[in-house]
T-cell receptor
Framework: AQKITQTQPGMFVQEKEAVTLDCTYD???????LFWYKQPSSGEMIFLIY??????QNATEGRYSLNFQKARKSANLVISASQLGDSAMYFC?????????????FGAGTRLAVHP | GAVVSQHPSRVICKSGTSVKIECRSL??????MFWYRQFPKQSLMLMAT?????????EQGVEKDKFLINHASLTLSTLTVTSAHPEDSSFYIC????????????FGEGSRLTVL
């Protein structure tokens, strides 16, 4: 069963507008972590934001915020004031449980194109 | 943030040869490193979990004799693609998790392997 689902293969947004990238997950573990990474065309994976399952507030990092809806098992990424440099692939990922051995499982990704 | 260095970034080899990819954590100790494989326009697929001083744990469907992983020290893990064939051509990315923290993975720059 797919654990991380990103239903939007591609999205586009006008520069300076906000955009939401969807992510839903499936786990029976009460302790988990949710991550968003950005992958530009160069290939490197850039960490954007993290949300722990026990965190009471939605995570925010600059222009990035995570809309965490635990009951719906969704962790959407919101990018405010989009910039041309935001054009990239975006991956949602989940870690189940605690500890250094727990692996990250990635969603299929969403390709974001920011238009001037 | 923590730095993970991967080398080489690009490698082209003939079919039947072996290729070694190195992954180093430059400013932190990583007891666990992860190796991912990414085909064009697809997500990252976990190949194996590399634990310092012990055998790697491979994901289902990954040939351990084909993809040899060695985690010789707290800062170095290597992936050797043995007897490479064109179907092994892919983007290989390593990642490491620093002790403590949120469980965030720090990624290397990736290695693009082309087997002729």
């Amino acid at each position: 069963a797919q654990k991380i689902t990103q239903t939007q293969p591609g999205m586009f947004v006008q520069e300076k507008e906000a955009v939401t990238l969807d992510c839903t997950y499936d786990t029976s573990d009460p302790s988990y972590g949710l991550f968003w990474y950005k992958q530009p065309s160069s290939g490197e994976m850039i960490f954007l934001i993290y949300q722990g399952s026990y965190d009471q507030q939605n995570a925010t990092e600059g222009r990035y915020s995570l809309n965490f809806q635990k009951a719906r098992k969704s962790a959407n990424l919101v990018i405010s004031a989009s910039q041309l440099g935001d054009s990239a692939m975006y991956f949602c990922a989940m870690r189940e449980g605690q500890g250094g051995y727990n692996k990250l499982i990635f969603g299929a990704g969403t390709r974001l194109a920011v238009h001037p | 943030g923590a730095v993970v260095s991967q080398h080489p970034s690009r490698v082209i080899c003939k079919s039947g040869t072996s290729v070694k990819i190195e992954c180093r954590s430059l400013d932190f100790q990583a007891t666990t490193m992860f190796w991912y494989r990414q085909f064009p326009k697809q997500s990252l697929m976990l190949m194996a979990t590399s634990n310092e001083g012990s055998k790697a744990t491979y994901e289902q469907g990954v040939e351990k004799d084909k993809f040899l992983i060695n985690h010789a020290s707290l800062t170095l893990s290597t992936l050797t693609v043995t007897s490479a064939h064109p179907e092994d051509s892919s983007f290989y990315i390593c990642s490491a998790r620093a002790r403590g923290g949120t469980g965030e993975l720090f990624f290397g720059e990736g290695s693009r392997l082309t087997v002729l």
